[in-house]
C-alpha cells in the first residue's frame, strides 16, 4: 500500500474544483461532505475545501491531514476515475481518523453498490 499523495492524485485547479462542484453528486456523512463526478483520466482525485468559517487555521490544517491520510489508506478501494471534493460538516473538529476512514468507507461502498459492485 502506497503511503504517498502524489500530485496526480489531486485535485489542483480552479477549473478542476469548479468541475466537481457542478453536476455533482453529494455523500452526506455525520463528519464530511462528498461532492463526486466521474472524470476521464481513470485516476480518482482528492480535493478538500475547508473555509475560514470552520475555524482558525489549525483547525482547518488538522481536518486536511485527517482526510489525506484517510484518503492514502483507502486509495487502493476508492473506485477508478472520478473526482472527490472533502468538506467538513460543523462537528468535524471532534473528528478522529477512524471517523473519517470510517466514513469514506461508507462512500466506498455505497459508490460500488450503485455501480453494481467493482
Not at 489542483?12 to 472524470?39: A, P
Not at 472533502?86 to 462512500?107: G, N, S
Request: proline share 3%; glycine share 6%; net charge positive.
Amino acid at each position: 500500500m502506497s503511503q504517498t499523495y502524489p500530485k496526480r492524485v489531486r485535485l489542483r485547479t480552479r477549473r478542476q474544483y469548479q468541475r466537481v462542484s457542478y453536476h455533482c453528486e453529494k455523500f452526506l456523512g455525520n463528519w464530511i461532505l462528498l461532492d463526486y463526478r466521474s472524470n476521464r483520466n481513470g485516476i480518482t482525485r482528492l480535493g478538500i475545501t475547508v473555509t475560514k468559517r470552520f475555524g482558525k487555521a489549525h483547525d482547518r490544517n488538522r481536518f486536511k491531514r485527517l482526510v489525506r491520510e484517510a484518503f492514502r489508506r483507502l486509495l487502493n478501494q476508492m473506485p477508478p476515475g472520478i473526482d472527490i471534493n472533502v468538506k467538513p460538516r460543523t462537528q468535524a473538529k471532534e473528528a478522529k481518523l477512524v471517523d473519517i476512514l470510517q466514513e469514506l468507507m461508507q462512500f466506498v461502498e455505497k459508490f460500488n453498490h450503485a455501480s453494481g459492485g467493482h
